[in-house]
């Protein structure tokens, strides 16, 4: 079993940086694809970018390729969303996943789900 915790999530302005960080318990970590996903108020459970077990592979949702890049440390159990030139459509609550199965884009390919983390960018 995977424990998900997420952290680095604010206020920022639009242009602004943010990177998130999601702490992973268990030692089973690097068996895990995962992935990032964001929710905003009113709106479905959307796929932001997942990466492969080993970090060779990446995914991202169309909307923020060249701006977010995701990232793996199995030996500190981590995954991270570095998210540069902020919008304010970027704003949502932001969740880790691990999932057992390849990158995947759907959600219910995911076992396990940090509590998530808010993000807010003002225009």
């Known amino acids: 079993q995977v424990q998900l915790v997420e952290s680095g999530g604010g206020l920022v302005q639009a242009g602004g940086s943010l990177r998130l960080s999601c702490a992973a318990s268990?030692?089973?970590?690097?068996?895990?694809?995962m992935g990032w996903f964001r929710q905003a108020p009113g709106k479905e459970r959307e796929f932001v970018a997942g990466i492969s077990r080993s970090g060779g592979s990446t995914s991202y949702t169309d909307s923020v390729k060249g701006r977010f890049t995701i990232s793996r440390d199995n030996a500190e159990r981590a995954v991270y969303l570095q998210m540069n030139s902020l919008k304010p459509e970027d704003t949502a609550v932001y969740y880790c996943?691990?999932?057992?199965?390849?990158?995947?884009?759907?959600?219910?390919?995911?076992?396990?789900w940090g509590q998530g983390t808010q993000v807010t960018v003002s225009s």
């Open positions: 996943a691990a999932g057992l199965s390849f990158i995947s884009g759907k959600a219910a390919n995911y076992d396990y």
């Open positions: 268990g030692r089973t970590f690097s068996m895990y694809s």
